[in-house]
Nanobody, 129 residues
Framework: QLQLVESGGGLVQPGGSLRLSCAAS????????VGWFRQAPGKEREGVSS????????YYIDSVKGRFTISRDNAKNTVYLEMNSLKPEDTAVYYC?????????WGPGGPSIYEYDYWGQGTQVTVSS
């Protein structure tokens, strides 16, 4: 049974940085796209970033382009989200998730929550002075 565990969230001032980790156990992620999603209070969950399984293609939602970087270390079965220049509007619970399809991808609108079958428990990111 696959388990995904996020870590690295916390409270940070505007302009600060955090590095989120998503560690997997029970299944190798190397054949799967992995995504980071976030959900703020009263808002729908949205896809923030994804990284493909084979060629390292990446996706970023417009609001985080140039500030966030997704990466993966298949040897450690871990996916990371480096977040810089954080803004108050980045405040949310951040989740990592595994695409249900081997070598899956995303459409023009980015990753869909309906295409991801395993989710972590989430880690809170709060950006506030």
């Amino acid at each position: 049974q696959l388990q995904l565990v996020e870590s690295g969230g916390g409270l940070v001032q505007p302009g600060g940085s955090l590095r989120l980790s998503c560690a997997a156990s029970g299944l190798s992620l190397d054949m799967y796209t992995v995504g980071w999603f976030r959900q703020a209070p009263g808002k729908e969950r949205e896809g923030v970033s994804s990284i493909s399984s084979s060629d390292g293609r990446t996706y970023y939602i417009d609001s985080v382009k140039g500030r966030f970087t997704i990466s993966r270390d298949n040897a450690k079965n871990t996916v990371y989200l480096e977040m810089n220049s954080l803004k108050p509007e980045d405040t949310a619970v951040y989740y990592c998730a595994k695409d249900s399809r081997t070598h899956g991808s995303w459409g023009p609108g980015g990753p869909s929550i309906y295409e991801y079958d395993y989710w972590g428990q989430g880690t809170q990111v709060t950006v506030s002075s």
